[in-house]
T-cell receptor, first 112, second 112 residues
Framework: AQSVTQPDIHITVSEGASLELRCNYS??????LFWYVQSPGQGLQLLLK??????LVQGIKGFEAEFKRSQSSFNLRKPSVHWSDAAEYFC??????????FGAGTTVTVRA | DSGVTQTPKHLITATGQRVTLRCSPR?????VYWYQQSLDQGLQFLIQ???????AKGNILERFSAQQFPDLHSELNLSSLELGDSALYFC???????????FGPGTRLTVL
């Protein structure tokens, strides 16, 4: 069955430290890949997307993600987190029909 | 601000009632998607419309229906509401139904 897995429910990171959020998918072929962020009480904001081409994708707010076909992964990274990065992060995949399937989300807490 | 608007922001109603959620897509976007975000089910795709026609259906209950009007705004109708329908309902839009989806701020529905 097709699925999206975010193994980490909650991550706590110190301000200024690096952050990596994991995402794995299980699909018959390479889907379209997205990361969205949801701040408390807010909607979903697109951070970045991968459709094809360069496997290292740059997004907004200093985030990047790397697609690894061999590992069926699309991990999100940020070299130095800011307190404003505290939010919930969702990995999403789309396929031919483009409706998105979302992972369960990872909540990021930033400590001073 | 994604450019997708949703009204109302909050809705409180009673079991058995019917409500209508409204979504206006970004200017120029022809496709509208509806998603439900609940604590137990996470983010789930409900339905997609493209230029007034239903294009894809997900885990949408028979008590729920949607439509997209000639001016491209969309409405999601929820009837015979149950406690379990309490959730955040998101609308998203995309230009041609095959690319990046941009999300609105959501409507929080509480069924008492």
């Amino acid at each position: 069955a097709q699925s999206v897995t975010q193994p980490d429910i909650h991550i706590t990171v110190s301000e200024g430290a690096s952050l990596e959020l994991r995402c794995n998918y299980s699909y018959g072929a390479t889907p379209y890949l997205f990361w969205y962020v949801q701040s408390p009480g807010q909607g979903l904001q697109l951070l970045l997307k991968y459709f094809s081409g360069d496997t290292l994708v740059q997004g907004i707010k200093g985030f990047e993600a790397e697609f690894k076909r061999s590992q069926s992964s699309f991990n999100l990274r940020k070299p130095s987190v800011h307190w404003s990065d505290a939010a919930e992060y969702f990995c999403a995949v789309g396929f031919n029909d483009y409706k998105l399937s979302f992972g369960a989300g990872t909540t990021v807490t930033v400590r001073a | 601000d994604s450019g997708v608007t949703q009204t109302p922001k909050h809705l409180i109603t009673a079991t058995g009632q019917r409500v209508t959620l409204r979504c206006s897509p970004r200017s120029g976007d022809l496709s509208v998607y509806w998603y439900q975000q609940s604590l137990d089910q996470g983010l789930q795709f409900l339905i997609q419309y493209y230029n007034g026609e239903e294009r894809a259906k997900g885990n949408i209950l028979e008590r729920f229906s949607a439509q997209q009007f000639p001016d491209l705004h969309s409405e999601l109708n929820l009837s015979s509401l149950e406690l379990g329908d309490s959730a955040l309902y998101f609308c998203a839009s995309s230009e041609d139904g095959t690319d990046t989806q941009y999300f609105g701020p959501g409507t929080r529905l509480t069924v008492l």
